[in-house]
């Protein structure tokens, strides 16, 4: 795995080679030691979630220190995952899904609960998100092509084995963070910077590029241009 630096570190360095790649963020999930992490400052003592939704990612840190990253489906643009600050809620497994009435509306078939096993949408466990008030969870799926994705009801949906490995591994109250941050850029070992622009699905249109421009080492001026799908590099 990379090592990776933040912003505020990276203002104080100075390189000879730049690589930049500007891709989409629909990494898979062997590619996961690969993903650019966001600019977070995550919690020093304890476990600390945070999810980009413009990357379908989920960053697990321990202690300050990134531990695990996961491929996740976000609320779609109708339907959004609420961003900001949240805690880890109770956790049920073997859940029984009871529809929403706005999803039940949707689906118009009659059903109001589906119960624990394949069928269930909310796979093997559920992990609530926030105040319950929000009706948001981390869970699993019975459709393990959807993720990573923007097609949720506002839930983040995992693979069923990822959100089993999630929900035996994180602590209840702790903090969890859901931002939109449309770029990444990180050091490697070989002090090369890496730059990723991701998708709008929010159409939020908040890529601070001004961020950006001073995270560059001096003398290294570059226009960051979002959503251009090319890799290309200079040095």
């Not at 989920?58 to 995952?81: C, E, R």
């Not at 805690?87 to 929403?100: L, Q």
């Not at 084995?161 to 070989?190: C, H, R, W």
Request: proline content about 8%; some cysteine.
């Amino acid at each position: 795995m990379r090592q990776k630096l933040s912003f505020q570190t990276l203002q104080k360095k100075r390189h000879e080679k730049i690589l930049f790649g500007l891709t989409a963020a629909l990494l898979t999930s062997a590619a996961a030691a690969n993903t650019l992490i966001p600019d977070v400052s995550p919690a020093s003592s304890g476990q600390h979630v945070v999810i980009n939704i413009t990357q379908q990612r989920l960053f697990l840190y321990d202690n300050g220190k990134l531990s695990k990253i996961y491929p996740v489906a976000v609320g779609k643009a109708m339907t959004q995952t609420n961003l900001g600050e949240h805690k880890i809620g109770a956790k049920a497994y073997n859940p029984v899904w009871h529809i929403p009435k706005s999803i039940q509306k949707e689906r118009n078939d009659g059903v109001k609960s589906v119960p624990a096993g394949p069928n269930n949408p909310l796979g093997p466990v559920f992990v609530r998100l926030g105040d319950p008030k929000l009706s948001l969870g981390i869970h699993g799926t019975n459709a393990p092509a959807s993720v990573p994705g923007v097609r949720s009801h506002g839930c983040v949906r995992m693979k069923s084995p990822d959100a089993l490995e999630f929900a035996k591994t994180i602590a209840t109250g702790s903090p969890a963070s859901v931002i939109y941050q449309m770029a990444s850029l990180n050091e490697d070992a070989n002090q090369n910077l890496w730059l990723a622009a991701y998708r709008d699905p929010y159409d939020k249109k908040n890529l601070d590029t001004a961020a950006l421009k001073k995270a560059l080492p001096l003398g290294q001026k570059r226009t960051v241009k979002p959503f251009l799908p090319r890799v290309w590099m200079q040095s």
